[in-house]
């Protein structure tokens, strides 16, 4: 248990107000307020480069990099679907979104088995005495009310970052947990959407409605005072990345998921400068939320808060920041999968520490790990595992050797060298990557006789993390 300190305005009334509450409360109930605050600040479509203390020179993240310094940074963090509402859906219930039917955005009003409401993040928290409190982007096929917590605020930008100072700032009689969600880098997405649409003259309704996505997203495409566009791709647009081109032996079934005449467009048309403009709007879109995140980390030190609460960030998925000439979510790339994953609790989590080497679900580790910092049993029906140990530096007895993320027509298992997705359909069916030999997935090994070995193993492996899981791989994605 953390040691808390609290500092004391007057002497004689807090003694007093100490020794009425210790006659009155007995230690099963004042237990509770020892117990650490929780914040979990959520973005929306960031990729687990696009942090500047991941080494990403084309962006500059001070708040993010802040909780990195103290705390954990895990390199190897995965969502559970690289697509907003069942990654969400699985963040906020600690199970694969599979397990309800749900393959992307579509599912988000199927209904909820009442078994899996009753482990919800906020249920599970406020169960144990939390006050629990939800602002921002929701978009699962649960309610806040449902997911067991209070509507702090339903802005997911500016407004959002001003209801959290706010929150933290009033007098709180229980701890916390606070979910802060946060719309961007996502208003990203609008690029591909106007441009389509004005090529082509197709009504995109997605448009219809954005006012504030396409401001930001006008903004985040602004060059900097004083350059020429000339001098701006020369110097200053981040370039192309090393695995820009469209790798050998990929599925034609990789947009299945996705096959909107827009990414299509996109990946097809676009010439050099409109992929690299995308990258330098999609970094200014992530510090433009990072700013506000920054708000809500300043209030928790202005108000003495930070000494007994953990904050951890993540994002639902990432964005394929023009890797394989692609933009968007969906496709089961490491763009698309890999997400950050910061864990920081001041004197607890081992400051600066890089976890390069643990395989970490965000859908499913995430409640078993903000369990286990706050003393709450995790519920034995969830197969996640906390990760705290990680956090603070320590090896766990062991660890799980693969993972698996969903996607709308694939599945897929990521081992520590491989990476193996299945398709539903196409040709081929398919993927099988050496991670360590080619991290930017540029060939797919799967038709290579030399890795047949590999690759049975992986479709193996593949059902029995389905198994442990008490669910059941569709047989679309079984190759005999």
Excluded at 144 to 173: I, T
Excluded at 379 to 388: C, I, M
């Amino acid at each position: 248990m953390k040691t808390i300190t609290i500092v004391l305005t007057s002497v004689a009334a807090s003694c007093a107000v100490w020794t009425a509450s210790a006659q009155t409360a007995s230690v099963r109930a004042a237990e509770p307020a020892r117990r650490p605050n929780v914040i979990f600040i959520l973005t929306d479509q960031q990729h687990a480069g696009m942090l500047s203390c991941a080494g990403n020179p084309h962006v500059k993240t001070p708040a993010m990099d802040s909780l990195a310094a103290g705390g954990a940074r895990f390199e190897r963090a995965y969502c559970g679907n690289p697509v907003c509402a069942p990654s969400r859906m699985s963040m906020m219930s600690g199970v694969l979104p599979s397990q309800i039917g749900m393959e992307d955005n579509t599912g988000v009003r199927l209904p909820v088995p009442p078994a899996v409401l009753a482990n919800t993040m906020g249920q599970v928290f406020r169960r144990a005495g939390y006050e629990t409190a939800y602002g921002g982007k929701v978009h699962t096929p649960m309610s806040v009310p449902d997911m067991g917590f209070d509507v702090l605020s339903r802005d997911e930008r500016e407004g959002l970052a001003d209801a959290c100072a706010e929150f933290l700032r009033k007098k709180h009689d229980r701890p916390f947990l606070l979910v802060a969600s946060f719309i961007n880098p996502h208003d990203i997405c609008y690029i591909a959407l106007r441009d389509f649409a004005e090529k082509t003259g197709v009504r995109e309704r997605l448009l219809d409605n954005a006012r504030p996505e396409l401001q930001a997203l006008g903004e985040a495409l602004e060059l900097p005072a004083g350059v020429s566009r000339e001098d701006f791709f020369a110097r200053i647009c981040p370039p192309l990345p090393a695995n820009f081109e469209i790798p050998e032996g990929e599925p034609d079934s990789v947009l299945g998921a996705d096959p909107r005449d827009f990414r299509v467009h996109a990946r097809r048309n676009w010439n050099a400068e409109q992929w690299r403009l995308h990258r330098w709007a999609y970094a200014r879109l992530t510090e433009r939320v990072d700013a506000e995140i920054g708000r809500v980390l300043a209030a928790l030190r202005e108000t003495g808060l930070e000494d007994n609460t953990l904050v951890v960030f993540s994002s639902d998925h990432g964005d394929m920041d023009s890797a394989h000439r692609l933009e968007h979510k969906s496709v089961l790339y490491e763009e698309a999968t890999r997400v950050p994953l910061l864990v920081s609790f001041k004197g607890v989590t081992k400051a600066g520490h890089v976890d390069r080497e643990h395989l970490v679900s965000t859908g499913l580790d995430l409640i078993p790990t903000l369990c286990d910092f706050a003393g709450i049993p995790s519920p034995p029906e969830l197969k996640g595992r906390s990760v705290r140990e990680l956090a603070e530096g320590r090896q766990p007895k062991s660890w799980r050797d693969s993972l698996v993320v969903e996607s709308g027509r694939a599945r897929m298992l990521r081992t520590n060298r491989y990476k193996y997705v299945v398709h539903a359909s196409g040709t081929p069916r398919e993927q099988l990557i050496d991670l360590q030999k080619d991290p930017g997935e540029m060939k797919n090994l799967a038709s290579d006789p030399a890795r047949a070995d590999v690759l049975n193993e992986h479709r193996r492996l593949l059902r029995i993390r389905y198994q442990e899981n008490n669910e059941t791989l569709g047989e679309q994605y079984v190759v005999p």
